[in-house]
């Protein structure tokens, strides 16, 4: 149970990545191949993920604990205000208005601007938890601190691991 505690923002980071893609890309399959079930999934998808992206910002890191945190909660801050912009107006204007957004160009370029968003927010928050890759043994993907064989001193450099080499 710790375990999830501890990495609940891993977890609950990719329910907006994925929904919030998928709310676009079911608009535009709904345009064009004019499926008005197609723009449901796509609001239904809005919704859920604009609720994810409060999720994921709630359980996010602490700014201490890596400098690198401050662009990445500001663009996911960012994606969660467009996201929840978007499920309100949409939902709203269904309700009110009986209006269907999901085809509506501007409603789609803000959708677009939430993809762009999530996309890059997750890139920000991939290179914080993965170093990319130098051609050092041990320096790949899943040997960070914490993570991977590096963590448990296995097939780490000995720098790294704190020891001094022996020559």
Not at 38 to 60: E, F, K, N, R, Y
Not at 151 to 160: D, L, Q, Y
Request: aromatic letters at 8%; charged letters at 10%; glycine letters at 12%.
């Amino acid at each position: 149970m710790d375990y999830i505690l501890n990495n609940l923002h891993f977890i609950v980071t990719h329910v907006p990545i994925a929904l919030l893609i998928f709310s676009f890309v079911f608009d535009l399959i709904a345009l064009i191949f004019k499926k008005r079930d197609w723009h449901s999934a796509g609001m239904l998808c809005m919704i859920v993920g604009a609720l994810g992206t409060v999720a994921a910002v709630l359980t996010g890191p602490s700014p201490w604990r890596n400098p690198l945190v401050v662009p990445h909660e500001l663009y996911a801050r960012l994606t969660m205000f467009l996201a929840i912009v978007l499920a309100i107006v949409r939902v709203g204007l269904l309700i009110w208005k009986k209006l269907e957004l999901g085809r509506n160009p501007i409603y789609l370029i803000g959708a677009l601007a939430a993809v762009i968003l999530v996309s890059y927010t997750g890139h920000l928050g991939g290179q914080m938890v993965h170093r990319p890759m130098t051609g050092v043994p041990g320096s790949g993907p899943g040997t960070g601190p914490g993570q991977g064989p590096g963590a448990s001193g296995v097939g780490a450099p000995a720098a790294a691991n704190g020891q001094a080499s022996a020559k």
